[in-house]
């Protein structure tokens, strides 16, 4: 049995017909840029959402550069993140010249440990940018409490965490600004690179337009440098057709999730996801296990280990990937290198000692199998070979309990 981590060809088959009708649509209208579909999907978005305004843009990664620019933030500016995400989260704060500054995360959660955040917080400080990550939620409460002490704004990075809810409102909607991403293995996903801005602040959202077509309120009038960042119209197209599915298919996540939980509860070396709230509606954009690795070094070099071979890192959790991979498993790493251990931030002389969870966590950590239409013998046949693969390479490594 071939298991991939993810994969869009069954949702193809769900709801293909229905893509290629309004794609086609798109071409032979010949409106490719703007229109009637980026303007409706941007409703349906925000209704989906629970904000007055969303505006589609060119990716993720995007919407945070134009978020942190609608904020005015820029250089000498500080913005509080955690490590343990995609590299494009902290990459934004430094693309508008500004500093990110990292926070560790909670080690059952992975999300950043908002009690740690109120020690970072300083004169230079301007935002506090936390991480929905994998489909869990940060404890919005308290980071809009410590925005409202100490004047700060408040970016959601919600890239895998759409329909994820805190308490009774929809991550995107709490903070001063939400961003999301489109890229095609997100709960919502587009057939290429997508993403959004959401607010319900009416200036904001003004600015955010602007920024996006190149600092341009009207065709030909430029009041600052902006960016070429628009949501193409067949992507737009794409996405008002899968928004229709979204609640069945994260759904079917959710039953996916409770599969695993009830497989692989009984796993003595296995940590299963621990959602960071009763006041949590999960998406499972993710669902991330955790191998307890008893070979873990706090001195242990991750930007070098990177450069010559991460296979030669002899980790428990290294070993079951590639034997899951052998039984025609295939897992994913999200993520085997922290933020501040990465090449591009040789030089930020990020403090370890403060990032000692997330350095631990990036060797532990493993991504099983989740999309919407797995089935359930596909589970059994990936808790099975797990366990026992993980007894094997237990024996291997000659770990005990």
């Not at 919407?372 to 024996?395: F, H, M, R, T």
Request: charged content about 25%; some cysteine.
């Amino acid at each position: 049995m071939k298991i991939p981590p993810f994969t869009l060809d069954r949702q193809f088959q769900e709801i293909g017909s229905e893509i290629e009708s309004e794609v086609l649509k798109v071409l032979k209208g010949g409106q490719y840029i703007g229109g009637n579909e980026i303007t409706k999907f941007e409703e349906n978005f925000s209704e989906l959402i629970g904000v007055k305004n969303t505006i589609g843009c060119n990716s993720g990664t995007d919407a945070l550069v134009l978020a942190l620019r609608a904020l005015d933030i820029g250089e000498g500016d500080e913005v509080i993140t955690s490590s343990f995400s995609f590299f494009a989260t902290a990459e934004a704060i430094s693309a508008v010249g500004a500093n990110p500054i990292l926070v560790d995360i909670d080690p059952e959660t992975y999300l950043i440990n908002a009690e740690l955040i109120e020690k970072e917080i300083n004169p230079n400080t301007k935002a506090i940018m936390p991480v929905h990550l994998f489909g869990n939620a940060v404890n919005m409460t308290l980071i809009n409490s410590l925005a409202d002490k100490y004047g700060l704004k408040v970016i959601e990075d919600c890239a895998q965490a759409t329909c994820t809810m805190w308490e009774n409102s929809r991550v995107g909607s709490i903070g001063d600004i939400g961003c999301f991403s489109f890229f095609p293995t997100k709960n919502l996903g587009a057939a290429g690179d997508g993403g959004a801005v959401t607010t319900s602040d009416e200036k904001i959202a003004k600015r955010i337009r602007e920024l996006a077509v190149h600092g341009s309120p009207i065709r030909y009038k430029h009041t600052q440098i902006g960016y070429n960042s628009r949501l193409d119209t067949i992507q737009a197209a794409i996405l008002n057709i899968k928004i229709k599915y979204v609640s069945k298919w994260i759904n079917n996540r959710q039953k996916i999730a409770n599969h695993y939980f009830d497989l692989l509860e009984k796993s003595p070396f296995i940590s299963l996801p621990k959602i960071s709230s009763d006041s949590i509606f999960h998406s499972w954009n993710q669902f991330v296990i955790k191998l307890k690795n008893e070979k873990y070094y706090l001195n242990e070099d991750f930007s070098k280990l990177f450069e010559t071979d991460c296979k030669k890192y002899y980790s428990l959790r290294n070993l079951v990937k590639q034997k899951l991979y052998e039984k025609g498993i295939n897992s994913i790493i999200y993520y085997p290198i922290p933020i501040h251990s990465q090449i591009a931030y040789k030089n930020k002389n990020f403090s370890r000692e403060k990032l000692i969870i997330t350095e631990r966590v990036c060797t532990e950590v493993l991504s099983l199998p989740m999309f919407p239409e797995i089935s359930y013998q596909e589970q059994v046949y990936v808790a099975d070979n797990l366990n026992k693969v993980l007894k094997n390479c237990i024996e291997e490594l000659q770990i005990s309990a």
